[in-house]
């Protein structure tokens, strides 16, 4: 279905990690008091692609890797949008 170097594969891989952590994070801040103003947990969300983002580049997958980056940008754009329109 996917060829392992693409782009698709990258936005798909670069979406799922932010988002599974999202709402591990979610789950926590809503149950934790202290946490319930901690944005720094969000940009760790978006943060971790980091990691898949080394991985796709030490193993020569430039497409993937670009991938990642573009799903990085529209987390960051989704958290940016989702803080300014917080009451």
Do not use: W
Request: proline share 1%; glycine share 4%.
């Amino acid at each position: 279905m996917f060829k392992k170097d693409s782009l698709v594969l990258g936005v798909l891989y670069g979406l799922a990690l932010p988002s599974l952590a999202f709402l591990v994070v979610d789950f926590i801040m809503s149950h934790v008091e202290v946490l319930k103003k901690a944005d720094l947990l969000y940009i760790g969300c978006v943060a971790l692609n980091f990691f898949s983002f080394n991985k796709a580049s030490k193993k020569y997958q430039e497409q993937t890797a670009r991938g990642i980056i573009l799903a990085t940008f529209i987390c960051s754009a989704i958290f940016a949008y989702y803080k300014l329109n917080q009451h």
